[in-house]
C-alpha cells in the first residue's frame, strides 16, 4: 500500500455540514414529533390537508421573496400586493362584467405590474429595496382600500375555484406543487435564475462580467409581484371573497421562511425546497399552538422569535463562511 493511499482521509459522513444544508428540516421533523406526542390531534388526515392548505399561500408568496433575497434585495410590499391584486381581480368581475378567465389574469396582472414598478424604483430609481418596498407597502394596501370602500368584494368563479378540491386533493395544494416545479425551475435552470445569484453575491462584479444586472432586477421584483399576485388569488379563492385586510403582515411570513429555509439577507443564497421547509415551520408552528389553544397574542411572539433566531443563524452563517 503507498503512502498516498495511507495518507488519504477518510470521508465519512459530516453531521456538521449536513445540519448547516439541512437544519431547517431537521427542525421541521423534530418539531412535528414533539407535535405528535403532545397532541394526538397533529398527525391525522384533515389536519394534515389543513397545513397543506394554509402553507401554500404562505409558501407561493415566498417563492417570489426567494428570488428578490437571492438576488440581494428585499421586498415589504408581497402581502398588499397580493391583497390589491385579489381586490382589482374581483373588482373587474363585478363592477367591470369583465368574464372570471380575464378577471383571474387581471388580478396576476396587477401583481406583475405593480413588481415592475418596484423593481424600476430600486433599479432606475436608485432607490434601496426596503425603502421603495415600504412605500409601495403603503400604496398597495391604500388602494385596496380605496377600490373596496373598505368592503369585501365576490371573487370570480374561476378564482373561487382555487379555493376548493379537485377530487380529494384541495386545489391549493395542487397549486402550490405546480408553483414550485415554476420558481425551482427559475431559479435553477434559467439564465435569469443563475444571474440571480451573481448578482445577489457582488453586484458591481456581475455588472463587470456583463450582466445586465439593472434588467435583471426589474425581473426579480416583477417575478415577486407575479407569485404575489398568485398568493392573493388563492386567498381570495379560499375566502370566497377579495378582502382588503388579506395577506397583512405576510410579508414577514415571507421573508422568515425564505430566511429559515437557508437563504442568505445577504444574497447569493437560497433554494426553492429550503423555503417549502421554511414555510412548513411557520405554519407547522402556528397550527400545533392553535391544537395547544395558545392564544394567538402569544403566537405573535413565538413567531417573532423565531425570526429573530432565523436572521441570527443566517448572521452566523456568514460569519462562519467569511473566516
Do not use: C, H
Amino acid at each position: 500500500m503507498s503512502t498516498a493511499t495511507q495518507a488519504r482521509p477518510k470521508q465519512g459522513f459530516d453531521v456538521k455540514k449536513f445540519l448547516a444544508n439541512n437544519g431547517a428540516l431537521v427542525g421541521l421533523l423534530v418539531l412535528a414529533l414533539a407535535l405528535f406526542i403532545i397532541t394526538p390531534d397533529f398527525l391525522t388526515g384533515p389536519n394534515l390537508l389543513n397545513i397543506g392548505i394554509q402553507v401554500s399561500t404562505v409558501a407561493i408568496l415566498a417563492f417570489g421573496m426567494t428570488f428578490v433575497i437571492v438576488a440581494g434585495g428585499i421586498d415589504l410590499s408581497v402581502g398588499s400586493v397580493a391583497a390589491l391584486s385579489a381586490m382589482v381581480s374581483g373588482y373587474m368581475f363585478v363592477s367591470s362584467g369583465l368574464p372570471g378567465g380575464f378577471a383571474l389574469a387581471a388580478g396576476l396582472l396587477t401583481g406583475l405590474v405593480v413588481g415592475t414598478v418596484n423593481g424600476l424604483a430600486s433599479a432606475y430609481g436608485k432607490l434601496p429595496s426596503f425603502i421603495a418596498t415600504l412605500a409601495m407597502l403603503s400604496i398597495a394596501r391604500g388602494l385596496t382600500l380605496v377600490i373596496s370602500d373598505g368592503r369585501p368584494i365576490k371573487t370570480a368563479p374561476e378564482v373561487s375555484f382555487l379555493g376548493g378540491n379537485i377530487g380529494p386533493v384541495p386545489t391549493p395544494i395542487i397549486v402550490l406543487v405546480i408553483a414550485a416545479g415554476v420558481a425551482s425551475f427559475i431559479l435553477n435552470r434559467t439564465v435569469i435564475g443563475r444571474s440571480m445569484y451573481a448578482v445577489g453575491g457582488n453586484a458591481e462584479a456581475a455588472r463587470l462580467s456583463g450582466l445586465p444586472v439593472k434588467q435583471i432586477t426589474v425581473t426579480v421584483f416583477a417575478l415577486a409581484g407575479l407569485f404575489a399576485a398568485l398568493a392573493g388569488l388563492l386567498l381570495a379563492g379560499r375566502l370566497d371573497s377579495a378582502q382588503p385586510q388579506a395577506a397583512a403582515g405576510y410579508e414577514l411570513d415571507a421573508i422568515a421562511a425564505v430566511v429559515i429555509g437557508g437563504a442568505s439577507l445577504a444574497g447569493g443564497l437560497g433554494r426553492i425546497s429550503g423555503t417549502i421547509v421554511g414555510a412548513l415551520v411557520l405554519v407547522v408552528i402556528r397550527n400545533g399552538l392553535n391544537l395547544l389553544n395558545v392564544t394567538s397574542f402569544w403566537q405573535q411572539v413565538v413567531i417573532g422569535v423565531v425570526i429573530a433566531l432565523a436572521v441570527g443563524v443566517d448572521v452566523l452563517r456568514r460569519k462562519t463562511r467569511s473566516s
